[in-house]
């Protein structure tokens, strides 16, 4: 078993754990902007956030840390996970709020 599963996989299976607790999971790109966190997160309940996926121990790069900085100024959750269970505490805690 892979001790350091690829990025899109711990996305995968974050993704597919938020979806069963009814979120919406949406991947988000956007055009002419380099660095905007991986995936926007709807709750049920309507809470929004954007988590930004990284291998186990990698950390976001300069670019997503700026972007990042910036949505949390607008006042916006956004995280960081490196590991499905890390992502799976997150959607927990969001789908709680």
């Known amino acids: 078993?892979?001790?350091n599963p690829l990025e899109k996989d711990i996305e995968e299976k974050v993704c597919d754990y938020a979806k069963q607790l009814g979120c919406l999971c949406y991947k988000f790109t956007s055009p002419g902007r380099r660095s905007v966190p991986d995936r926007l997160f709807i709750t049920p309940e309507g809470v929004v956030f954007w988590i930004e996926f990284k291998r186990?121990?990698?950390?976001p790069t300069s670019?997503?840390?700026?972007?990042i900085q910036k949505?949390?100024?607008q006042k916006v959750e956004v995280f960081v996970a490196d590991s499905v269970e890390i992502g799976k505490i997150l959607i927990d805690a969001m789908v709680k709020a």
């Open 63 to 67: 670019g997503q840390l700026v972007e």
């Open 56 to 59: 186990l121990g990698e950390k």
């Open 1 to 3: 078993m892979n001790k």
């Open 71 to 73: 949505l949390w100024k």
